[in-house]
């Protein structure tokens, strides 16, 4: 698939329900909302809602922007990882490489090869969409858009940001993919972008 293909977006990338879902009988009424917090990366919202049985109370939730996963793969079929500090977690944690989707990105294709770039120092050949999912959606408005990059040189220089303590990592995919399968892999970005590659290519 070539990079003008499509970009992994979807009718329900953005914040709240879609026009049709509006209409469903579970659907809940916005009043009104605001941000009760706010730092870098993401904002804590707070809407007044109303229920289907029309009851008014608020519900609070993480409002970020779209981030881009990426699958990266090197011509000998190597898988390029991110080794990463989580602080909330408290260890350094094996996934893919990700970030956020910019403002001025001209599109999502481009945004998963920044990402790349910066956060490994690969250069992708191709990139294609997997697929978009919501990961958490009972209390935030994320949406990751998952790609397929092949072909991944370290040709370029890492960008990180003032908080990101990444070390890049090529490993055999064959021996990711059965450690995640296994279980010993936690982050869930990995897991999923994994599991995602291997039932598209069952």
């Known amino acids: 698939m070539s990079d003008d293909a499509d970009d992994g977006t979807d009718d329900e990338t953005g914040t709240g329900a879609g026009a049709t879902d509006r209409d469903d ?3 809940w009424e916005t009043l009104e909302g605001d941000v ?23 519900f609070h939730y993480v409002d970020e922007p779209p981030s881009v ?3 990266a793969f090197t011509a000998d079929g190597d898988v390029v990882l ?3 500090w989580r602080q909330a977690v408290g260890r350094v944690n094996r996934g893919l490489p990700a970030g956020t989707v910019e403002a001025d990105d001209a599109d999502l294709t481009a ?9 490994t120092g ?3 050949g191709t990139v294609e969409p997997l697929q978009a999912v919501e990961p958490a959606n009972g209390f935030a408005s994320s949406v990751h858009h998952y790609f397929l990059a092949r072909d991944c040189e370290p040709s370029a220089e890492t960008a990180l940001d003032f908080n990101e303590s990444i070390r890049p990592a090529t ?32």
């Open 25 to 27: 009988a579970l659907a």
């Open 36 to 58: 009760d917090y706010s730092c870098p990366g993401f904002d804590v919202r707070r809407d007044d809602v109303r229920l289907p049985d029309g009851t008014e109370t608020d």
């Open 69 to 71: 996963v990426v699958l």
């Open 82 to 84: 991110v080794e990463e």
């Open 111 to 119: 945004a998963a090869r920044r990402e790349l770039r910066e956060e």
């Open 122 to 124: 690969h250069e992708a």
């Open 171 to 202: 490993v055999d995919y064959g021996a990711f993919r059965d450690a995640v399968l296994a279980g010993e892999v936690r982050d869930g970005r990995a897991v999923l972008g994994v599991s995602l590659y291997e039932a598209r290519t069952e």
